[in-house]
């Protein structure tokens, strides 16, 4: 069993930034794949980034350029770098991990960036 943990929404202005953090407990070995989701208002849960076991990110062509996806050495870490922010950013953000192809959610975090 895996356990998720976000931290680090808020509330910021346009041109800002925050940093998203997530805390990966229970059973870690064999994850192979986290994530960052977000959920704006209305619409689908929506990949942002992604980082693989060899270390190869991916991100979506809106956070390309803005935002950093990483993790610590242990795996039990996985950040979200959040910059130059604009209103559209405005989101609840999920972390994810895949492990062993079983998928595995956190509770979310509140990314509210104002205008």
């Known amino acids: 069993q895996v356990q998720l943990m976000e931290s680090g929404g808020g509330l910021v202005q346009a041109g800002g930034s925050l940093r998203l953090s997530c805390v990966v407990s229970g059973s870690i070995f064999g994850i192979n794949t986290m994530s960052w989701y977000r959920q704006r208002p209305g619409t689908q849960r929506e990949l942002v980034a992604s980082i693989f076991g060899g270390g190869a990110t991916t991100y979506a062509d809106s956070a390309k350029g803005r935002f950093t996806i990483s993790t610590n050495n242990a795996k039990n870490m996985v950040y979200l770098q959040l910059n130059t922010l604009k209103p559209e950013d405005t989101a609840a953000y999920y972390c994810?991990?895949?492990?062993?192809?079983?998928?595995?959610w956190g509770q979310g975090t509140q990314v509210t960036v104002s205008s």
């Open positions: 994810y991990v895949n492990r062993i192809g079983r998928d595995h």
